[in-house]
């Protein structure tokens, strides 16, 4: 028998590979000749950095950069020396968790730029960000400012930080940006697909959490749309590749509601995703040719996942909690996906199983089990050392009647 194991981490309880090994154990107690894969499982969202270290035997770097109001911040990326790949979160450099402060009008993503120019220096040249969880409405242009790009008023002066700049932009210039970007592959998590300006836009949608108040959204959303008119030259006519965001945020087809009119390629302000952290979408993708991907695909290609379970008998998969939402798009329903392709069960266990759960069975998951195996405390449920047991155990007897 050959299990593939692919479970998201047990948030406060287990890492994704913590409960991938634990899940191991109890497979062999079961079955001590089976051949048993395990494989780190993230959205892109946070604690993707640490899945991908922990999983693909990676490097954890340390560095020191500006944070979302100016003031330095210790934060760190993963260094995959196989692939000479770095992992990000721009949340560990931006995120909205950093400071107690809400300004969007001076929030900035500088430190994402420095972040990946540390890497470049590293000899990185494939990257793997994800976008969530930010406190910025500035465009990207903070992150840009600090890979040499150049953004001006009408008067050739610097526009400065922070989502009051956006309006100010008359020019700009990449003449300075740094020349490896050249090199560089940008694999971005995106999970929403808003695009940059509008009603649906960055500023209408996401804004508010970050601290726009009533009265400046239309001023921000102008600025947004000000930057992208002066940066996109020629709206409308941007070609993409068969495999490009558009297809990648929008299935099998490409989406109606994002075309232009005079044309069957959308504007790139429109595009999905285009308006995720703050218009950090939309800087990915125009001047660092990004893919932008649903978090769980990119991840599970990351990992190559889909190689294992090709010749699979089972595939294990999870998270803390499972419900209904998880059937709606969440990390342990792609794995499901990929099991499904190839004729594998597909099993899950979660800390704890709530109502409307059952719609993950509808999404390919077999059959599902809590691993709880009497009455406790919240407390007691998450010690690392009883979810470790609990879960090695739930495998056991799972695996037996297998």
């Known amino acids: 028998m050959k299990a593939v194991i692919a479970i998201d981490s047990l948030k406060g309880s287990l890492s994704s590979m913590e409960a991938g090994q634990a899940v191991r154990d109890g497979i062999l107690k079961a079955k001590p000749d089976a051949d048993v894969i395990i494989k780190p499982l993230a959205d892109g969202g946070e604690g993707t950095t640490d899945a991908l270290i922990e999983g693909m035997n990676g490097e954890r770097v340390p560095l020191r950069v500006t944070g979302p109001f100016g003031k330095p911040v210790n934060c760190y990326y993963g ?59 500035d465009g990207g242009i903070g992150m840009l400012k600090a890979l040499g790009y150049e953004f001006w008023d009408q008067n050739g002066q610097d526009v400065g930080d922070g989502g009051q700049a956006l309006a100010k932009i008359a020019s700009f210039s990449e003449e300075n940006a740094e020349p490896r970007l050249k090199e560089c592959r940008f694999r971005v998590a995106c999970d929403v697909t808003n695009p940059l300006c509008g009603p649906m836009g960055a500023t209408y949608i996401y804004g508010p959490q970050k601290g726009v108040t009533e009265d400046l959204l239309e001023p921000l959303d102008a600025g947004m749309a000000n930057y992208a008119r002066v940066v996109t030259s020629a709206p409308g006519t941007i070609s993409f590749e068969k495999n490009s965001p558009e297809r990648n945020l929008s299935g099998d087809g490409y989406t109606p509601a994002f075309r232009s009119e005079n044309s069957t390629i959308p504007r790139l302000a429109e595009m999905p995703g285009a308006g995720a952290a703050g218009g950090l979408g939309f800087a990915f993708l125009r001047f660092l040719n990004a893919e932008l991907t649903p978090g769980v695909d990119l991840i599970l290609n990351a990992v190559e996942l889909e190689k294992e379970v090709m010749n699979a008998d089972v595939v294990v998969t999870g998270e803390g909690r499972l419900d209904h939402q998880t059937a709606m798009g969440k990390a342990p329903i792609g794995v499901a996906k990929l099991g499904k392709k190839y ?55 799972v695996f037996r009647l297998l």
């Open 343 to 397: 004729g594998a069960r597909v099993i899950a266990f979660a800390g704890s199983v709530a109502p409307g759960a059952e719609a993950c069975n509808e999404a390919g998951i077999d059959a599902f089990f809590s691993i709880l195996r009497g009455v406790c405390t919240l407390e007691e449920a998450m010690d690392p050392q009883n979810a470790r047991e609990n879960l090695s155990r739930t495998a056991e007897q």
């Open 79 to 137: 260094y995959l020396s196989k692939s000479q790949t770095a992992v990000m979160e721009m949340a560990s450099a931006a995120g909205i968790t950093l400071e107690p402060v809400r300004d969007p009008m001076k929030a900035t993503t500088r430190g994402v730029g420095e972040m990946i120019l540390h890497a470049i220096e590293n000899g990185c040249r494939d990257f793997i960000i994800g976008i969530g969880g930010s406190a910025t409405n």
